[in-house]
């Protein structure tokens, strides 16, 4: 799942001909520019294929591990640090993500350094020093279980629910992003490139589970960096280093586009259409701690590690990473602004979506072109398969052996997972079709993260830090949150009775919306129903003590620099500090 956004509309299109950079019609259907296509050959078809082999080898490897279905669905609680630390920013790192956000850059410049500085690491350091011990501690295989130990089933099973569709729908629009890319950068038919991603996201997690995918992610973060360094090395090379790639863009697109907060006072006019306090609130809370806090698929990565101590860590070290990728998608970004002066508009054919794939076709040799279109599939599949492990826990553990088939042998519910993984990956197939119906792949995915993951996170921040927050109060507030996002986009941003200026800024307010409603249902509800006892409160709200935070430390988890605050207060103060060469 790509890094949330909340941008003006048409920030990032995949799409082509010469339309200007606002809105798409509706309904067109998404793809890249043509003429993008690479000069590839039978090195960089080689480098593909040992990368698929490799990928496999990794999931028959791991299926050796697989003996219980907390092997399966959680490896076991058995993996380090470090390893699912890069398995959680690799899970993020998505293609539609690289090619978004560079697309971001090259329309609106220096100002994408927020999606990561402050619609990042201020949640991953929250999540790591505040909600893993909850979560670890508790001892749950997913995040809405931890809502069926706070609240009741019937929270459980709508956060199941909604948690599901959501994930389905995500991998498909990995999958559609994919098609995409492949049909123009190697000729492949859409439907061919959907089948063989599918097929092969499939095989790795129907053999080895989570380890199997939390392992290809580790490697996929070192195939994305290897794709995305050269580009962004050879394209500064290309326009004279970062000087002359600031000076060109100050003359052709004035000097805010290379700062990150220029023009964004109250009452400022700019292309981001936000100010610092919408960003700093908008993004740096609702969103971005509703994505990273209560998103599975990010949080499963860290319930698989060995201990709390490792489990607190997963995003702390993640977040040094996210610090530092921004400048391999943004740099991009800049430099096709540069090279090609009208991108993005009516002048050029180029859309800002094809930033990425141009300075491929451009820039890099056979060999390591190969290795960058290997990045580019490394990502989605990444993205795809962060999705599909967690639907299959969550279908699994939290609808299908709790509700439908109960009390079953442990081997029973291994081989569900393995069925619903299937079904699973050919329900991605599907919806990946459906997002071909949206113009503006991130206004798509903005728009999922506004109807779930806001919802769910109001509701884990009133009942993790409010004792009094009642049984009923979190199914009330879930259902109220979404219904009050959902109503926001289709009725009163969709009909017009409220004149919304754009998609995304029509999903920033369907968050805000989701999260005001779900907090003051919440409140109402607690106040008019019985709260739950204090004893069955341990270790799930603040200022109680959970039973599993009490384990001994792990050798070596002692060391100074391995201390979460330590981590956490350090990755922030970095973010804080990458600012200031931007902030002048």
């Known amino acids: 799942m790509p890094t949330p956004t909340c941008l003006a509309d048409g920030a990032v299109h995949l799409a082509s001909g ?62 380090p640090a470090w390893v699912t630390g890069l398995a959680f920013v690799s899970a993020n790192l998505g293609a ?12 609106y410049g220096v100002y994408t350094v927020h999606w990561y500085w402050i619609g990042a690491i201020p949640a ?62 190697l000729g492949w038919p859409q439907w061919v490139a959907i089948v063989v991603a599918g097929f092969f996201v499939l095989a790795y997690i129907t053999l080895g589970g989570l380890s199997s995918a939390i392992y290809n992610e580790v490697l996929q973060f070192f195939v994305i960096l290897a794709a995305l360094i050269p580009i962004a090395v050879l394209g500064l090379h290309r ?41 700093v609130l908008g993004l740096g809370f609702v969103l971005s701690f509703g994505y990273w806090t209560t998103n599975f698929a990010e949080v499963q990565r860290a319930l698989s590690a060995k201990n709390l101590s490792a489990a607190r860590r997963t995003p702390l070290i993640a977040a040094y990473p996210k610090i530092f990728i921004v400048f391999l998608v943004m740099i991009p970004g ?5 090279l090609v002066p009208k991108i993005g508009t009516s002048g050029s054919d180029l859309q800002y979506n094809d930033a990425i794939p141009y300075l491929m076709q451009e820039l890099l040799p056979n060999g390591v072109l190969g290795i960058a279109v290997t990045g580019l599939l490394a990502a989605f599949m990444a993205g795809m398969a962060a999705n599909v492990s967690s639907f299959n826990t969550v279908f ?7 509700y439908v088939v109960k009390d079953r042998e442990d081997a029973y519910y291994i081989r569900f997972g393995r069925l619903i993984t299937v079904i699973g990956v050919l329900a991605s197939i599907g919806t990946a079709f459906l997002a071909s119906s949206f113009s503006n792949i991130m206004s798509y995915l903005q728009t999922l993260f506004s109807f779930f993951n806001v919802p769910m996170f109001v509701v884990f921040i009133v ?122």
């Open 18 to 79: 010469p339309l200007a950079s606002g809105p798409l019609a509706s309904g067109a259907t998404a793809h890249l520019a043509e003429g993008l296509r690479l000069p590839t050959n039978g090195l960089d078809y080689t480098i593909l294929g040992i990368y698929f082999v490799v990928v496999l080898g990794i999931g028959f490897a791991a299926k050796r591990s697989v003996r219980t279905s907390l092997d399966f669905f959680l490896s076991g609680r058995s993996l």
């Open 96 to 107: 539609t993500e690289i090619l978004g956000m560079a697309a971001n850059s090259a329309q």
């Open 124 to 185: 991953m350091v929250f999540l790591g020093l505040v909600m893993m011990p909850f979560y670890y501690g508790s001892k749950v295989r997913s995040v809405p279980e931890f809502l069926l130990l706070r609240f009741d089933k019937w929270a459980h099973l709508l956060s199941s629910i909604l948690f599901a569709f959501a994930a389905i729908l995500i991998a498909g629009v990995n999958l559609y992003s994919l098609a995409i890319v492949v049909e123009a950068l």
């Open 239 to 279: 326009v004279g280093g970062w000087n002359g790639l600031t000076d060109s863009l100050d003359k052709s697109h004035g000097t805010h586009f290379t700062t990150a907060w220029g023009g964004t006072g109250i009452g400022s006019d700019n292309p981001l259409g936000a100010n610092w306090l919408t960003i």
């Open 334 to 338: 800049l430099v096709a602004a540069v």
């Open 396 to 402: 699994t553990t939290d609808i299908w052996a709790k």
């Open 463 to 584: 009942g993790m830090f409010w004792k009094r927050a009642s049984v009923k109060s979190g199914f009330w507030g879930l259902l109220a949150g979404t219904t009050a996002a959902m109503v926001n986009y289709f009725v009163i941003y969709k009909q017009g009775i409220i004149g919304i200026p754009s998609d995304q800024g029509a999903n920033f307010v369907s968050a805000i919306a989701g999260f005001v409603a779900g907090a003051v249902v919440m409140v109402a509800v607690s106040l008019f129903t019985a709260p739950k006892p204090a004893q069955d409160l341990q270790g799930l709200v603040y200022g109680t003590r959970s039973p599993g935070a009490a384990e001994p430390a792990a050798t070596g988890d002692d060391a100074w620099y391995r201390k979460p605050a330590l981590l956490g207060w350090g990755a922030l103060i970095l973010a804080a500090a990458c600012y200031i060469p931007f902030s002048f």
